[in-house]
């Protein structure tokens, strides 16, 4: 495409060095590109600064402000969110280019769906796939609403797009782990917060139920292994997140600073067993 279409696109960026420029590249069609970084270190801010002229950062505020505050600064009555580890296609920027121009008469907004790239495949089943949301809309008819799994909520008529875009998520087992830790410490947070009690029935059922609906009834095992990891790395997920809302609603606290702590007997009360021909005393504690 070699004019540039009439919309804002709004990126969120925290440390993304590893998928950001990739994600910039595919975003050169948008007249207006706003990035919001969250005080990145790994060098992604200075990346960003290279691609607009309409970068910031910020101190996170949550996911639905962090994500409003950067729709605020759009100008555009089209408006469309990228996360920095995705990727818009030319095939869905083209149709992306149809449908604006086009007018979307009578659409406010549009849903469109992605596809993940993990351990080396594109995931095709299971809970990842198909996988979607609002990502398109009219600036003046969209919000965000939610709390750690805020999404746009569009007020008006939403369709949806045929082509998706691609999302490079977790570098390797070990990131998603630790994005597991992150996110389910905040998914619990949220449900302390809105008055949710912990559910023993939650804590033991929902885990396998997650994992037989998407690896069995979804097909999650039709993507070999890393399908197989997915799906229990999610029952994790669910599992831990419960755990943690128990853990919030007993306030349980730390371990002490070494596992071996044992409590000790002050020195005075310690009597060291008598030799032959002492009597005792503190005198015969601090012979030789």
């Not at 709004?10 to 970084?37: G, H, M, P, Q």
């Not at 600073?257 to 067993?273: D, G, K, M, T, Y």
Request: proline share 4%; aromatic share 14%; charged share 30%.
């Amino acid at each position: 495409m070699v004019d540039k279409l009439p919309i804002s696109v709004y990126v969120l960026t925290f440390n993304n060095l590893r998928t950001i420029e990739r994600c910039l590249k595919s975003l050169r069609w948008a007249e207006e590109l706003v990035v919001v970084d969250s005080l990145s270190t790994d060098g992604t801010f200075e990346v960003c600064k290279r691609y607009t002229d309409k970068a910031f950062q910020v101190s996170w505020k949550g996911h639905r402000d962090q994500y409003q505050y950067a729709a605020d600064l759009t100008t555009r009555e089209w408006i469309m969110f990228v996360d920095a580890d995705e990727e818009v296609p030319p095939e869905l920027a083209e149709e992306i280019r149809k449908e604006v121009e086009g007018g979307a008469k009578g659409i406010d907004g549009f849903f469109v769906y992605r596809r993940t790239y993990y351990l080396g495949k594109w995931i095709r089943y299971g809970g990842w796939y198909p996988d979607g949301e609002i990502r398109l809309y009219r600036r003046d008819k969209g919000r965000w609403e939610g709390a750690l799994h805020a999404k746009v909520a569009v007020d008006g008529e939403v369709s949806t797009l045929k082509n998706q875009y691609l999302h490079y998520t977790y570098r390797d087992i070990s990131d998603q782990i630790q994005t597991i830790d992150k996110y389910s410490r905040i998914a619990a947070e949220d449900m302390a917060q809105n008055g949710e009690k912990f559910s023993l029935f939650k804590l033991l059922f929902h885990p396998p139920f997650r994992f037989i609906k998407e690896y069995l009834f979804k097909s999650g095992f039709r993507d070999g292994l890393p399908g197989l990891i997915i799906a229990v790395s999610t029952m994790f997920y669910v599992f831990i997140k419960y755990a943690k809302l128990w853990e919030l609603k007993n306030s349980i606290k730390s371990l002490p600073a070494s596992l071996f702590q044992r409590e000790e007997i002050p020195a005075q009360n310690v009597i060291p067993p008598l030799e032959k021909g002492d009597k005792g005393g503190l005198n015969s504690v601090s012979k030789g």
